[in-house]
């Protein structure tokens, strides 16, 4: 292995370790990850991304349907959200603030990253050079999609569906 994959993993790594402690944190203590068989993320009612761009570039999403989403949203925001429309904000937050964290572990292990704004999009379907993680919750699964290759994925959205936000 080289150094690059070494970093690589290890960036994976930490990533993998700060998202599953703020999942707990912040919106189910009863949690256990798994990766997924040949990186295949499932289409998701709700789809919310963001990139982080710089010496170790990583895609991050989640993807998941409707119910997991407003749990999600409603766990992360300490009220009881019902409609999407309002659960948008609090799971883009829930990413951003992981992210964040994130470019600060990264900054004092030496890299310097940024953060482009968070997109959310209904109905979608991923493809391309991934590592997708299924987040199994006490109100269902989600997916964790990863990738240090962001130029390789892409996002569709299936008809009859929201314009991203």
Avoid at 55 to 73: D, G, R
Avoid at 107 to 127: C, R
Wanted: proline share 3%.
């Amino acid at each position: 292995m080289d150094s690059k994959d070494f970093v690589k993993q290890a960036a994976y790594g930490k990533y993998l370790s700060l998202f599953a402690k703020n999942v707990i944190r912040f919106v189910d203590e009863q949690v256990y990850l798994e990766v997924a068989e040949q990186g295949v993320a499932q289409e998701g009612n709700w789809f919310v991304h963001q990139d982080i761009i710089g010496e170790l570039p990583l895609f991050t999403a989640i993807s998941a349907n409707k119910e997991v989403f407003l749990h999600i949203a409603s766990q992360h925001a300490e009220e009881e959200l019902t409609e999407v429309g309002l659960a948008k904000a609090s799971v883009c937050e829930f990413l951003n603030l992981t992210n964040g964290i994130y470019l600060v572990n990264m900054s004092n292990w030496g890299i310097e990253l940024n953060m482009k704004p968070q997109g959310i999009m209904e109905n979608t379907a991923v493809s391309g050079e991934s590592f997708v993680v299924t987040v199994n919750t006490s109100k269902g699964p989600f997916q964790l999609i990863l990738s240090d290759q962001p130029a390789t994925i892409s996002i569709e959205q299936k008809a009859n569906s929201e314009q991203p936000a």
